[in-house]
């Protein structure tokens, strides 16, 4: 029976975070900022990582609340957690910007939530990672490549642009102008403006 109401009160507190999560959305999409953050904050409190991800996005542009970049990493972190992908690639982008660049441990781990996210496909994660690991110290070309082609995949142009210049220079792949040009065109044909200057050139 204790068992039975545990269950009931987790079912009614995860329903009760959804339903918050949803007025919050619908709050937001109504020009109500502050009643939009109520309610993602209210759920995120209860552990919901979609409304820790929103508090979060309050918190980083000042809406419904005022704009504090730390409090919004808070919110990422823990929605990162949960393996929320979006929170983990903001949360990652956070530590790389905002934390002492010998901090070995933060970096490390922006790294591993980045690549998470850019394998539950999410685009600006695989891109970030491609140039991320193309301009590193000690550049790893083939895996930056790779990054750079799922994001390309993905219909990001300027990754298809970078892609290009990996194959024009011989990056992480074999060089061949025929397959720059062909994904410099791509990237042009996406509106891509330094794709159309390296064609012209």
């Not at 109500?32 to 109520?38: G, Q, V």
């Not at 970049?69 to 982008?93: D, G, I, N, T, V």
């Not at 990996?166 to 410099?184: D, F, I, T």
Request: some cysteine; hydrophobic content about 40%.
């Amino acid at each position: 029976l204790e068992e039975a109401a545990f269950q009931l009160q987790q079912i009614f507190r995860i329903d009760i975070s959804i339903a918050l999560n949803i007025l919050g959305i619908e709050s937001m999409r109504a020009g109500h900022y502050r009643i939009a953050y109520t309610c993602f904050k209210l759920a995120a409190d209860r552990g919901y990582s979609k409304a820790q991800f929103n508090v979060g996005l309050c918190y980083e542009h000042g809406r419904g609340t005022e704009k504090d970049l730390e409090k919004a990493a808070f919110y990422y972190y823990h929605a990162a957690s949960s393996c929320h992908p979006m929170a983990q690639y903001r949360y990652a982008r956070y530590l790389l910007h905002h934390r002492p660049e010998n901090e070995w441990d933060g970096h490390q781990k922006a790294v591993a939530f980045l690549e998470q996210a850019a394998m539950a496909g999410i685009t600006e994660a695989q891109a970030y990672l491609g140039v991320f690991y193309m301009r590193g110290l000690q550049p790893k070309e083939k895996r930056g490549l790779k990054y750079l082609l799922l994001a390309a995949k993905n219909g990001d142009a300027q990754s298809r642009y970078h892609v290009g210049i990996c194959y024009e220079k011989g990056l992480g792949v074999q060089q061949n102008l025929a397959e720059a040009m062909r994904h410099y065109q791509q990237s042009a044909a996406a509106g891509n403006r330094n794709s159309q200057e390296r064609l012209r050139v």
